[in-house]
């Protein structure tokens, strides 16, 4: 299980500076892995924190933990990214609304539809954040091609995603990937090769922007 506190920061999450001390990575049973800067081992629960600060942290089970390594890696370049000027604020202001991490949802939009707010998939999802019509409506967009109508309602279909599988980002991703029901069928991550790269593929642009913005700020 995972909790996310402040913004969600999971999986993947704050590095440190490449410089002397290199971050550490929670090797998950799962196969994913969580970059962190330091960690409290709680019982039966491990605190990760992913920032140099103590108000950004992931709780993880204990026993979901394989073992830990260091993290010498550097942030591959970012892909070219073509969006209306206004696309950051609208991603930060939703974001912040809903109390997600704009990174998250910038790395979900990349994952999803490369930044093309008029991306149509073989089986229909549309926009930024790719919503099927279905649950489109169910969220009360009107407009699945416009940027902040489609990230409104992404990224609260995501909260109510990560809400229902407490917090568990991976399950909330895979969930919106392959559908809530899968995931209940599966009880975790579908054995679907599609929805295991969407959610790696999520938490590699997600490593690599938090990576980047701390090699920036050192």
Do not use: W
């Amino acid at each position: 299980m995972f909790t996310i506190i402040k913004f969600v920061t999971c999986v993947a999450l704050l590095t440190a500076a490449i410089s002397s001390s290199a971050s550490d990575l929670a090797i998950l049973r799962n196969g994913f892995s969580i970059r962190h800067e330091r960690r409290d081992v709680l019982g039966a629960v491990t605190r990760l924190y992913t920032a140099a600060d103590a108000s950004s942290y992931v709780d993880v089970s204990t026993d979901q933990i394989d073992h830990f390594e260091k993290d010498f890696s550097v942030p591959p370049p970012a892909t070219k990214r073509e969006n209306p000027k206004n696309l950051d604020e609208i991603i930060n202001t939703i974001s912040d609304r809903h109390h997600l991490d704009p990174d998250l949802i910038n790395s979900v939009i990349h994952a999803e539809s490369a930044f093309n707010p008029r991306a149509v998939s073989p089986k229909g999802a549309q926009g930024l954040m790719q919503l099927m019509p279905g649950t489109a409506s169910q969220l009360g967009v009107r407009n699945a091609f416009d940027p902040h109508d489609n990230v409104e309602g992404g990224t609260s279909y995501l909260r109510q995603l990560l809400e229902q599988y407490n917090f568990d980002l991976i399950k909330a991703l895979a969930a919106y990937n392959a559908g809530p029901h899968r995931v209940q069928r599966y009880r975790g991550v579908p054995p679907y090769y599609e929805t295991r790269a969407y959610v790696a593929r999520i938490v590699r642009e997600f490593n690599r922007k938090k990576l980047a913005e701390q090699k920036a700020s050192s």
